[in-house]
């Protein structure tokens, strides 16, 4: 039920040592970015070291204070921070929406990091507080009121309102008219809890009190929040026979300054501390988590000896106060209830367990009531019902995040996995060194992946099966598959996770299914998640080399929709108190109604003046009206050569709407066309008197005619055919660069042999051209291209730029435009990609030369550069 997915190591240096006894933290943000520290020191000055390893230092160099930041898809390009913590870094915390880290030292330092440019690879600080020389044992953004509930139960229903709804839950504080405000809340050794605030003008506003009157030391500490906006934290001073506190945490703003009120919340002792066998046998409590940030009512804990561990789950639960015998014999008054008190009940515990080192717990949001873990087990989806637990022998064990039942164990050693009962096939032998063991733990937040920091510093990625070692037929895997990308589509985040148990065999029927769940629901909701379900489509393609033309497809797709709404959106009403409809809309319904193939005759019926713009918009946009008039005539030029072979386009021919998309912007392109002709495509024609958008306004809108009923499509006629048969003869048909290159990893692991990377050294299969899947689609010496901005860069680029972390696509770091027009295409593209992907700045294909090419090949790409400036 659990394999290696990869693992990354750092590069071996002769004078790098590990610090056992540092702790390491890991995080795992919703956008499949990791934030992890290690505990390496370096006795090296800077001079010798990589630049992905370090820079910046002018004294020997302490790694434990590092803060190294991956993508999960690029591993190797590792961002590693001077954080600037002067002792061991505590607590990571990404934010709500997986694009800002908090870090916590020993030392009360706290510190906000961003994205420098919005790219993965490279962070600043923008905010710190402090509570001087007190150590964070607890970290947490404050919440934004935002949860989102899974209905397991609802996982066949065909709307996605009853699969996933918003559950009412109020932010933990509030701006005028009730938006969240941003924030974070620590804990810290001494027990006081401070509070920062972000401020609408940038600023901080702080504050600390003390979690009780007496205040005591607080070894561990974990935070949750409360459906009313409170908070609750949950402290212990690290022994297993003191009492587990819970304290009630109030935040608000009075005469802008920040008020913290607490309150002592009931508290309970661990089982193991009652029993007489095992009162003095698991002295130390090493893990405290509230199951899930936003239940407050269960906790874990584990209690731990240098020989082994035990782990109890308890719940808070309300209860009738017993009343004394005096008082039973009352006459009860009319309409009294009876008193009520909150008391805190185990619900499970386990057996003795080898020592745990980790504890990383499901993120996925499905009710845990007795209820719907019934309908769980009846719908055998497990995805976020278990825990996962990290042993000093190097396993890990998912247990149930209720009864604690053992689902599955994975043996790190020989990187295997057995399902509950099965004997490991290999004993494990132990030897004389430090046994490998994971340090850190982290559940992905679908909880189908999970990422280890062993104490030797490297990196696992683990795939965990959704059936949890149970036996699960196709279609249940598929169904589970299927809820888990719907999940992402409505929330947002990433679905790389998910991608991990794609097999190639199941792309088709995911892409059908998530096609008919798609168009079931509301139009709304349909244009809502429009462009985010085709970005998973062509991630989902790019899983196998069967549907890699399709790949290219929904990337065209993308583009082709965003530069639509572009060109819409310049268009302005002629009057101000016009009709409802926009232009944009009139545009669409007049052309979807007149079947003419004369493009003048469709124009007529237009309001011109709504089309009337400035001559400088029409022609710093020309670059995006070149592509679209390419990509028709590319698209018309290859209708006869679609046959058994799927090639690129092949999706667009019974694509009623995007062809209707296109034939629209043909339409305004010709009316812009009599304003500003510099704007126009420009087309190489055999002819001097070929009117070029005329001839491929009316094969398209044949074209369209054939497939604009989408239930019942037609083929286009031999004399379509025919006429896009001559296509060539009469115009230059461009090439196009279709699919841009993915470098990521989610293509190279669907074997299950793992995958051994390096920090700083991006992989390629050995004997492998890691662009042997889209050779088809592009010459290798190809021109490279802005994929946002649809210009040629040349063979070699020499300008910084940055690509997609999912789709690969590239663009420009600087803008070389100056009209206001283009650049505000650019800013839609500033923080995401089409497809919803982060950016990470990739070096200039020149600086890449030495490095990733042998002496043969580098002659080869200098003969080509001198032959280019030739």
Not at 67 to 96: A, F, K, R
Not at 269 to 286: E, G, L, N
Not at 570 to 579: A, D, F, K, M, S
Not at 740 to 748: E, F, R
């Amino acid at each position: 039920m659990m394999e290696i997915a990869y693992v990354c190591e750092w590069e071996k240096r002769p004078k790098s040592t590990h610090c056992p006894s540092i702790p390491l933290v890991c995080a795992w943000s919703c956008r499949n970015l990791i934030a992890f520290t290690t505990d390496l020191k370096n006795e090296e000055d800077d001079k010798g070291l990589d630049n992905a390893f370090i820079t910046n230092f002018t004294r020997p160099v302490d790694l434990s204070h590092m803060i190294h930041i991956i993508d999960t898809d690029h591993p190797w390009d590792v961002n590693s921070i001077n954080s600037g913590h002067t002792e061991v870094i505590s607590c990571l915390e990404w934010d709500q929406s997986g694009s800002r880290l908090l870090s916590a030292d020993g030392d009360g330092q706290i510190k906000c990091w961003g994205m420098t440019e919005h790219l993965v690879n490279s962070w600043e600080c923008t905010q710190c507080s402090s509570v001087d020389g007190d150590p964070i044992v607890a970290l947490s953004w404050l919440h934004n009121g935002v949860k989102l509930a899974l209905h397991v139960e609802k996982s066949g229903s065909t709307n996605f309102g009853e699969k996933f709804s918003r559950v009412k839950f109020s932010p933990s504080l509030t701006l005028f008219g009730g938006k969240p405000m941003e924030g974070w809340l620590a804990v810290t050794v001494s027990g006081l809890v401070t509070v920062s605030l972000l401020k609408p003008n940038g600023t901080l506003l702080t504050a600390s009190e003390s979690l009780c009157r007496l205040r005591g030391r607080v070894a561990l500490a974990d935070i949750a929040f409360t459906g009313g906006g409170n908070i609750v934290v949950a402290a212990t001073d690290g022994s297993s026979s003191s009492p587990v506190q819970f304290y009630k945490v109030c935040v608000s703003v009075v005469n802008e300054k920040c008020r913290i009120d607490t309150e002592l919340l009931p508290s309970l002792f661990m089982r193991c501390t009652t029993d007489p066998v095992r009162r003095d046998k698991y002295p130390a409590v090493t893990h405290l988590k509230f199951l899930t940030r936003e239940n407050s009512e269960q906790v874990l804990l584990c209690a731990s000896s240098q020989m082994g561990s035990i782990v109890e789950c308890w719940s808070l639960r309300k209860e009738g106060l017993p009343v004394n015998n005096i008082f039973q014999h009352r006459s009860p008054v009319v309409g009294e209830k009876q008193p009520m008190i909150l008391k805190w009940r185990i619900l499970s515990a386990t057996n003795d367990l080898d020592r745990v080192s980790a504890v990383a717990l499901p993120k996925l949001p499905i009710s845990i009531s007795n209820t719907d873990l019934k309908v769980a087990s009846d719908t055998k989806f497990f995805p976020g019902l278990g825990l996962a637990l990290a042993f000093h022998d190097g396993s890990i064990q998912i247990l149930h995040r209720l009864s604690l039942h053992t689902m599955g164990v994975f043996y790190g050693s020989s990187g295997s996995s057995q399902r509950v009962g099965e004997e490991p096939a290999i004993k494990r032998q132990r030897t004389g060194g430090p046994m490998l063991h994971f340090k850190a733990l982290q559940l992905s937040w679908t909880s189908l992946a999970l990422v280890g920091v062993d104490n030797h510093c490297k990196l696992h990625m683990i795939r965990v099966s959704p059936s949890m070692g149970q036996m699960l037929d196709m279609n249940t895997l598929l169904r589970h598959l299927l809820f888990l990308l719907e999940y992402c589509m409505v929330t947002g985040y990433d679905w790389w996770d998910v991608l991990l148990h794609a097999q190639p065999s199941m792309v088709h029927n995911l892409l059908e299914k998530l096609h008919e769940e798609y168009m079931r629901q509301n139009q709304a909701l349909q244009q809502v998640l429009s462009t985010r379900i085709v970005a998973v489509k062509a991630s989902l393609c790019k899983l196998s080399t069967a549907t890699a033309a399709r790949a290219c497809d929904f990337h065209a797709k993308l583009l082709l929709i965003a530069i639509s709404s572009t060109l819409k959106s310049l268009l302005r009403p002629h009057v101000l108190n016009t009709p409802d409809k926009s232009p944009g809309d009139r545009l669409a319904e007049i052309c979807a109604k007149n079947t003419d193939t004369d493009i003048d005759k469709v124009m007529i019926n237009l309001k011109t003046e709504e089309f009337v713009l400035d001559g400088p918009p029409l022609q710093s946009l020309q670059q995006l009206i070149q592509w679209v008039g390419d990509f028709v005539l590319y698209l018309l030029a290859n209708l006869p050569n679609q046959g058994s072979i799927v090639r690129p386009g092949f999706g667009f021919l019974r694509d009623g709407a995007s062809l209707g998309m296109l034939r629209e912007m043909l339409v305004m392109i010709r009316i812009w066309g009599l304003l500003k002709p510099g704007c126009l495509p420009i087309y190489t024609a055999t002819s001097d008197n070929q009117d070029s958008m005329f001839l491929l306004f009316r094969l398209l809108t044949k074209l369209w005619l054939c497939s604009r009923d989408e239930s019942h499509p037609q083929d286009p006629d031999e004399t379509l055919i025919d006429e896009c048969c001559l296509l060539p003869s009469q115009l230059l048909v461009p090439s196009m660069d279709w699919l841009p290159i993915n470098d990521g990893v989610i293509t190279k692991i669907q074997s299950k042999h793992p995958l051994r990377l390096q920090f700083g050294k991006p992989y390629t299969l050995p004997g492998v051209n890691p662009n042997a899947q889209v050779e088809v689609f592009r010459s290798p010496a190809s021109q490279r291209m802005d994929h946002l901005r649809c210009l040629h860069l040349g063979i070699s680029p020499t300008e910084d730029s940055k690509a997609c972390t999912r789709c690969g696509c590239v663009t420009m770091l600087r803008s070389p435009n100056k009209t206001n027009a283009m650049r505000q295409w650019e800013q839609r593209w500033i923080k995401n990609c089409l497809c919803g992907g982060l950016w990470r700045r990739i070096p200039s294909t020149l600086t890449e030369v030495p490095d990733r090419l042998n002496t043969g090949e580098m002659f080869k790409t200098h003969r080509s550069l001198i032959v280019n400036i030739v």
